[in-house]
């Protein structure tokens, strides 16, 4: 028998064999959200960017240069680089990331503490906020060399963005000192703000004008309906640890906790004297911290109260505000709130149990007191699941369902005893025995990808409780316009 040469026959046979071979099974971790980015090596390998003709000389003459002259130093750098432009800004993150994070961070404070222009700080800090995001606060301090390799650190970008919201509450008429600012962080100027005060009261009717400054609201601007002190992390050591890395955790599922903490200081409603305060909020990013528990070495949120003499004014901590983001709720960063502040209010995401707490058998929300707000998603995932969103009379599927299997919560029956989907009450087992049937998209362990499409060509999507009972999926499905099949007596914001 003759041997086969690779002739172009054979080529052929072999080609045809190679495109039928079934493709390698894809998972969450093969996502792009959780590819190696391209400056984490050079993060990791060369912190100091000494690779670079341009910035590893100007670290040298950063670090030689007095505090309060470096500013002109990066500044000149920055033009000289054409660093104004978004897309060299870009370019340059990927060859040295922390140069580019010092250099922007001490442009925006000279913007906002020396030119006194809270818009351009903030368009400054913006661009610094999108690539120091991307690192956790640890990782940024540690590549950083505690300020020795680069001369920046996350508590001074955390106390900068604290002060830049704090700056932006605007509105009114302004003063001889400050510059009227027409909108703050959020977007929101008096007009927006009258209707929101105005439907605070029984009549609806517009609130008065100030004469006066009345917290952060300035004379000329609506008056608001109440007053929030919002405690600072500057001046309490015990609460800065639980608000590192502001722009690293506000990207994540738990960002909600972050964003509640940018409203308030934005907001005109604020006032920094507690004396005059109807309400006190404590911040904290404990969800995100505790989930990136490799870094985070403990969690003590009753430390932050323990120097103040606020939260004892009124019975049970009444008038203090927290945001829970997870679904630990306030029984993991705060597991003694019980005896802290049990009349406080809570605004979180989990109105139930979280499967690890095995002991904690009465859930930390409170209809009675407590506010359900979403989880954070983010506006790239309402904008593409609009977009992929199918018309209904499209739509091939009729249910869908990602996720893991988790048994129902101890306290409703021994874990142990229902592992599958032999068992009801495991209902994310029952759904994942049904992969592969008709008119079912069903799976666990997929890209996010694959999942949005699903969500987006489906009529139902099934949101069946978790390790707690929220989850960001429920959100999603307001964007993907679908129906949402959840587990009876579920309680979720909206």
Known sequence: MRRPT????????????????????????????????????????????????EWGPFRAQLLQTE????????????????????????????ICLLGLVAMQ???????????????????????????????????????????????????ALDSLRRALLRASAGGGTGGPDRRRRFKNAFGLHDEDWSQVWGSWRPTGAAPERLAGPWGAAQAGAPKPSFRVFVYDPDTMPALRALTRGGSFCKHNQWGMEVALHDWFLACPCRTDDPEEADFFFVPHYTSCLINHADT??????????SSSAYYRRMDGGRDHIFAWGSGMAADGPFATWRDWVPNAIFLMTEPELWNPYK????????????????????????????????????????????GWPRPPHPSV????????????????????????????????????????????????????????AWSSRFFQTFFAGEGVVEKPGSISAF
């Open 413 to 468: 029956m021994p874990p142990e005893e229902c592992q599958n989907s032999s068992c009801p009450l495991n209902v994310r087992s029952v759904l994942l025995a049904r992969k592969g049937e008709e008119m079912l998209h069903v799976d666990v362990d997929v890209p996010y990808m694959e999942s949005f499409l699903g969500l987006t060509s489906s009529l139902f999507c099934f949101v069946p409780r978790g390790k707690s």
């Open 105 to 155: 961070f001490y442009f925006a404070h000279m913007l906002l503490f020396e030119v006194g222009s809270v818009e351009a700080a903030a368009d400054a800090f913006r661009m610094m906020d999108e690539h120091s995001g991307a690192l956790h606060p640890d990782l940024l301090d540690q590549a950083a060399g505690y300020g020795k390799t680069w001369p920046i650190s996350a508590d």
């Open 6 to 53: 690779l002739d172009g026959s054979l080529w052929t046979v072999l080609a045809v064999g190679q495109a039928a071979a079934p493709a390698p099974r894809k998972t969450l971790q093969d996502d792009p959200a959780f590819q190696r980015k391209n400056y984490q090596e050079n993060i990791e390998k060369d912190a100091e960017c000494n690779r670079s003709p």
């Open 296 to 305: 985070f070495t403990g969690c003590d949120t009753s430390s932050a109260l």
């Open 67 to 94: 505090e309060d002259m470096r500013v002109e130093l990066a500044y000149e750098k920055m033009m000289e680089w054409g660093l104004e432009n978004v897309t060299k800004v870009d370019e340059q993150s990927k």
């Open 359 to 402: 002991e904690v058998v009465q859930a930390s929300y409170a209809p009675y007191k407590d506010i359900l707000v979403p989880g954070r998603i983010t506006v790239d995932d309402m904008i593409a699941l609009g977009k992929m969103a199918k018309p209904f009379d499209e739509r091939s599927i009729l249910g869908h369902f990602i």
